[in-house]
């Protein structure tokens, strides 16, 4: 099975793979952690933002790693893009089977024409896709 576990930098994300790590995966299993860099007012991301959310990708490869060892094949990629079609487009080129997202349910009132990355992706993933929903002090404080 091959998963694609979307990822921002902000410390929810670290919610997300905390839920990863309790689970039990079956042998096999391939789990990629996407992080997305948007272009920050051209095609470039700005260097040093980049860098810092390559760090912070890198570490929680590592950290992942650490907690579930040799259990499984894990690896971390960084794409410049706009967050929910960069997703889906990796998620598409990747073969994924499972795409998972965390949604922390900040993004205020809905209207048709505005979404959340999570609900454009839910919307049109290429798999199946689970959007975990991150109820921590974290989230009820911020």
Same mark, same amino acid.
């Given at each position: 099975?091959?998963?694609? #576990?979307?990822?921002?930098?902000? @410390?929810?994300a670290?919610?997300l ?15 990629c ?5 948007? @272009?920050?007012?051209?095609?470039? @991301? ?35 893009g ?18 998972? #997202? ?19 992706i ?16 974290r989230?009820?404080?911020?």
């Amino acid at each position: 099975m091959r998963i694609l #576990i979307a990822v921002d930098s902000s @410390p929810f994300a670290n919610d997300l793979l905390d839920e990863m790590a309790r689970r039990r995966w079956p042998a096999q299993t391939e789990l990629c952690l996407l992080s997305i860099v948007e @272009p920050a007012g051209g095609p470039e @991301p700005d260097r040093e933002y980049f860098h810092q959310v390559k760090i912070i990708l890198e570490d929680r490869v590592n950290r992942l790693i650490e907690r579930l060892p040799g259990q499984l094949k894990i690896t971390g990629e960084l794409i410049v893009g706009v967050a929910a079609p960069s997703i889906l487009k990796e998620a598409i080129r990747w073969n994924a089977d499972l795409l998972i #997202i965390g949604s922390h349910g900040d993004t205020g009132a809905r209207r048709e024409s505005l979404g959340s990355v999570a609900a454009a992706i839910v919307n049109d993933a290429p798999c199946s896709v689970e959007v975990v929903k991150l109820h921590t002090k974290r989230a009820q404080t911020a």
